[in-house]
């Protein structure tokens, strides 16, 4: 999971879908890292208000600590799943392995994940929904990908 800051979106995401990988007994078989593609607030954790809304909806945003995108990490990961298209840029644009995390969101696919750090509260509740449901989807294919 890629964002800018590691501090709202992909942090986010990779709660949400660790929990649903955890729920779905996929959490042996699929490893989810997170990381943004700008060093600012490295080794810092998740925005205040992305941790609120997180725990308020019963997930643990205590473990978070940010980290930079390194280039490096790209062969050892088999999905790399940018939160909107500036972010898809940096990566390096669609391949075999890296994606938009929106393509698979049942609802829109292919749209960004707004940033929320400029904004408000609301914000990071809309991007929580879009999360949520987008990695419900996620494990459903990596549900069937993985079945023995
Ligand atoms: P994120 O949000 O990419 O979802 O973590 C941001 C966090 C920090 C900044 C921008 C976006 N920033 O400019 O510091």
């Known amino acids: 999971m890629v964002c800018l ?5 992909s942090p986010m995401a990779h709660v949400v879908l660790e929990d ?3 729920e779905a007994g996929l959490d042996d078989r699929v490893v989810v890292h997170s ?4 060093d600012w607030h490295v080794g810092r954790p998740m925005d205040q208000r992305a941790a609120a809304v997180l ?3 019963g997930y643990d ?3 978070h600590r940010a980290r930079q995108y390194d280039e490096s990490w790209m062969d050892a990961h088999d999905l790399v799943l940018a939160m909107d298209h500036d972010n898809l840029a940096d ?8 994606a938009l995390f929106r393509d698979f969101d049942p609802e829109d696919a292919g749209e960004d994940v707004p940033d929320p750090y400029y904004g408000g509260s609301d914000g990071f509740a809309s991007v929580l929904a879009m999360v949520e449901r987008t990695s419900d989807a996620l494990v459903a294919e990596l549900s069937d990908l993985l079945r023995d």
Do not use: E, F, Q
């Open 35 to 38: 990381s943004g593609t700008g």
């Open 20 to 22: 649903r990988l955890a």
């Open 5 to 9: 800051g590691n501090i709202c979106r």
């Open 61 to 63: 945003a205590s473990r």
């Open 91 to 98: 990566l390096g644009g669609r391949s075999t392995r890296v």
């Open 55 to 57: 725990t308020d909806a």
